[in-house]
């Protein structure tokens, strides 16, 4: 492992993206979501799409002049067409309108569809919880990888599910997929050449393993939870898919990869008890919850809790990278002719 400054991550992605076309505003968005992710504990959404990105950028998949539009509105509703832009940018903009509807109309709700991959979910549910509001985010994967519960084969998508909530301090941030890891994950561990627990994946053959390299040689992950997380992936498949016009995780494969539906509520605590007041009060429940005697070896944890504590710790600390990935990475800054002072400080360390 290596480690590296966010900020120079940031600066990375961004020469990476504008040097494929993007505005340099857009790419520095997209590039500070990403490194986001890393900083907040989740390297399966981090600095690896950098490459995934760059690949769909070049086979047409991801339009980096493209701009996500409202299509159709009421005061409390809207509907937006990604036009296959940065998937980030549709999230954002999404999350922007149904903050702005809920500002005015204390309820929202806003669907995207046409989307590319938005990254962490969590992301732009603890951005509505920052400016006072409540906001729930149901996003569904047009890419089968995750079977059903009781059943085998690649059915559905990771299907990832957030919610922010504002307290007094740091947002309550629940943000996982409905699969039992995401697919990310699994893919770190195959970077670091590490195995994976086995009740992660099947192999092809529905047999257990531990291989991370079985989930890309025709394997599936399985859906977190048992029963219950299954309900919450088909609820994020129906919201996330057939609410907003997306492409389903059963239709026919098509391009572009990796395609997510987007469905947003948005509250204004105001129409209730009062912002402040919700936040006295979920802090005061919050704090009881963490007085809670834990069990030997234990912690008890609010959600969000690891990542703030982690996003602390690499912003004094810097990003640890895979070497694999770092190498990876000056490779294609090298390919695209991004200038060599934005990684070279870190290729000693390779």
Same mark, same amino acid.
């Given at each position: 492992?290596?480690?590296?400054?966010?900020?120079?991550?940031?600066?990375?992605?961004?020469?990476?993206?504008?040097?494929?076309?993007?505005?340099?505003?857009?790419?520095?968005?997209?590039?500070?979501?990403?490194?986001?992710?890393?900083?907040?504990?989740?390297?399966?959404?981090?600095?690896?799409?950098?490459?995934?990105?760059?690949?769909?950028?070049?086979?047409?998949?991801?339009?980096?002049?493209?701009?996500?539009?409202?299509?159709?509105?009421?005061?409390?509703?809207?509907?937006?067409?990604?036009?296959?832009?940065?998937?980030?940018?549709?999230?954002?903009?999404?999350?922007?309108?149904?903050?702005?509807?809920?500002?005015?109309?204390?309820?929202?709700?806003?669907?995207?569809?046409?989307?590319?991959?938005? !990254?962490?979910? #969590? *992301?732009?549910?603890?951005?509505?919880? +920052?400016?006072?509001?409540? /906001? %729930?985010?149901?996003?569904?994967? @047009?890419?089968?990888?995750?079977?059903?519960?009781?059943?085998?084969?690649?059915?559905?998508?990771?299907?990832?599910?957030?919610?922010?909530?504002?307290?007094?301090?740091?947002?309550?941030?629940?943000?996982?997929?409905?699969?039992?890891?995401?697919?990310?994950?699994?893919?770190?561990?195959?970077?670091?050449?590490?195995?994976?627990?086995?009740?992660?994946?099947?192999?092809?053959?529905?047999?257990?393993?531990?291989?991370?390299?079985?989930?890309?040689?025709?394997?599936?992950?399985?859906?977190?939870? !048992?029963?219950? #997380? *299954?309900?919450?992936?088909?609820?994020? +498949?129906?919201?996330?898919? /057939? %609410?907003?016009?997306?492409?389903? @995780?059963?239709?026919?494969?098509?391009?572009?990869?990796?395609?997510?539906?987007?469905?947003?509520?948005?509250?204004?605590?105001?129409?209730?008890?009062?912002?402040?007041?919700?936040?006295?009060?979920?802090?005061?429940?919050?704090?009881?919850?963490?007085?809670?005697?834990?069990?030997?070896?234990?912690?008890?944890?609010?959600?969000?809790?690891?990542?703030?504590?982690?996003?602390?710790?690499?912003?004094?600390?810097?990003?640890?990278?895979?070497?694999?990935?770092?190498?990876?990475?000056?490779?294609?800054?090298?390919?695209?002719?991004?200038?060599?002072?934005?990684?070279?400080?870190?290729?000693?360390?390779?």
């Amino acid at each position: 492992m290596i480690t590296v400054p966010a900020d120079a991550l940031v600066e990375l992605g961004t020469a990476i993206f504008t040097s494929l076309g993007a505005a340099r505003e857009k790419a520095r968005f997209v590039a500070e979501t990403i490194v986001e992710a890393n900083l907040t504990g989740h390297d399966s959404h981090g600095v690896v799409a950098y490459l995934t990105y760059t690949e769909r950028i070049k086979g047409g998949y991801i339009d980096v002049e493209a701009a996500p539009t409202v299509v159709e509105e009421t005061a409390t509703t809207a509907l937006v067409d990604g036009r296959w832009s940065f998937g980030q940018l549709t999230a954002m903009k999404a999350m922007e309108v149904a903050v702005e509807k809920a500002e005015r109309s204390h309820i929202s709700a806003v669907a995207a569809y046409r989307c590319n991959h938005i !990254g962490r979910v #969590g *992301y732009y549910t603890a951005w509505a919880a +920052e400016r006072g509001l409540v /906001a %729930l985010m149901f996003v569904n994967v @047009g890419h089968p990888v995750v079977t059903v519960y009781g059943g085998r084969g690649r059915v559905l998508g990771t299907n990832p599910l957030s919610i922010a909530i504002p307290t007094g301090g740091e947002p309550f941030l629940l943000d996982y997929a409905t699969s039992v890891v995401a697919h990310g994950k699994v893919r770190q561990a195959l970077l670091k050449g590490r195995r994976i627990p086995r009740g992660w994946i099947r192999d092809k053959d529905g047999g257990e393993t531990d291989d991370p390299a079985a989930l890309d040689a025709g394997g599936w992950l399985l859906p977190f939870g !048992g029963h219950k #997380g *299954y309900c919450l992936q088909l609820v994020n +498949e129906l919201l996330g898919a /057939a %609410l907003t016009g997306s492409r389903s @995780g059963l239709d026919p494969e098509e391009e572009p990869p990796s395609t997510n539906g987007v469905f947003i509520i948005a509250l204004d605590p105001d129409a209730f008890v009062g912002l402040e007041a919700f936040r006295e009060r979920c802090e005061a429940i919050l704090r009881g919850v963490k007085r809670c005697e834990a069990e030997a070896g234990m912690r008890v944890m609010i959600p969000g809790e690891p990542e703030w504590e982690t996003r602390r710790r690499r912003m004094r600390g810097g990003v640890p990278l895979p070497e694999a990935l770092w190498s990876r990475l000056v490779d294609l800054a090298g390919e695209l002719g991004v200038d060599e002072d934005l990684y070279r400080p870190w290729m000693r360390e390779t």
